[in-house]
C-alpha cells in the first residue's frame, strides 16, 4: 500500500492547466489551453487564470521541441502580462523545426537552438486578449573545425496571437535559421509561416492550420546539396463533454501535406483522415487522471513518395499508427507536479518509462 502511495504522489498534477506531460498525455489536442499552448499562441497566457512558474525536465542538449529542459515565468502588471521562457526549442511554425531533416547532408545540422530566449508581451480589453513573444538563439564555437559538428548556429522569430471568447488565432514566422559546420558547410532556413485558427460553435470547436517552410544547404565549397519546402493544412473539428471537474472529448481532422525537395528531384504527399479521444478524470481532489488514443483511419490515410518521376513508395491505405498515452497528476496547494506514462512495447510499466515526462507548476 506503501509502494502504490508513493507511486501515486509521484506521477502528479490536477490543474485544468497544468505542465508538457498533461499535453502530451491528451493527444495534444487542438482546443487544449495550458503552460505549454502559450508556444503556439502567446494570448493563452490571459486564460490560464492565475501568473506562474513552469519548470520542464528533460534533456540539456535537446534534438526536439518536447524533449529539452526549459521554463517560463509569467507575471501580471495591471491588464498586461510579461513572460520570460529559458530553454524551449521552438518547432511551431519555424524553419529551425526542419534542421533534422538536413542531417543527410551533414550531421551538424541537426543542431537546435542553443540556449534559446523567448519574452513575451501582452494585454487584455474586454473579452478579448492579445500577446506577442519574441524568439532568439546564438551560438558560435571559434575553435572547431571537425566537419560535422555545428560551430555556429543563429535564429530568430516571432509570435502573435489574440484570443476571445468563441475564437483565437496564432501567427507564427520563423525569420531566420541558420548553421555552419567546421569545414564550411552551411544550413539556411527560408522565411517561415504558421498560422492557425479556431471557432467555438455550441458545443463544437473548429479549427484550421497550415504550415509553410523549407531550407537549403551547401557544402564547404558552396554548392548547394539539398533545397527542401514543405506545406501542410489541416481542417477539423472536435467537441467536449464535461460534468463535475471531468469530461471526454473526441475529434477528427482532414490533413493534407507535401514536401518537395529539388536537388535530389523527390517528393512526398500525403491525405490523412486522424481521429483522437481523449479523457480527464479527477479521481480524488488531490489526484487526476487522463489518458488518450489517437488512429488515422484507414478510409482516407494514403501517402506517396517519388524520385526522379518514378514512385518509390505508396501506401492507401497506410500501416498501423494507433498510438495510446496516459498521465497522472497530483496538487499540492499552488503546486502542481505532471507526468506520463509510456508503456513498451509488451504493455509493461517499469522504472526506465514509469515517468516519461515530468514537469512542474507553481501558480501565484
Known sequence: MKK?????????AVNAQATRARVAALANSPHLIDTQTVYNNPADIFALG????????????STTSTDGAEGMVVRSMGDTKWGLSLGHDSMNGSAWGLRGLAAGANAGFATNQQNPLELTYGAKAADMSWAATLVYSNYQDKV????????????????????AANWDAALRLGLTSTVETGDGSKYTGTAAIGANGGYMMDSWYLFANILSAGFKTENGAGAETSKFNTTSIA???LTEVKKDGSGFFY?????NSTSKEDVGDSKTSSMTLPVWVGVEVDAASWLTLRGSITQTLQLLNNSKSETGGTTTSELAPGANDTVVTAGAGLK????????TLQGSTNQQLNGNNLLAMLGMTYWY
Open 4 to 12: 502504490l502511495l508513493v507511486i501515486a504522489v509521484a506521477l502528479a
Open 50 to 61: 492565475s501568473d506562474y512558474v513552469n519548470l520542464e525536465t528533460g534533456l540539456t542538449n
Open 235 to 237: 481542417l477539423g473539428a
Open 144 to 163: 572547431t573545425t571537425a566537419a560535422a559538428t555545428a560551430v555556429k548556429e543563429s535564429s530568430m522569430g516571432v509570435r502573435v496571437g489574440a484570443r
Open 251 to 255: 475529434g477528427a481532422s482532414l490533413n
Open 332 to 339: 499540492f496547494n499552488k503546486i502542481t507536479v505532471d507526468g
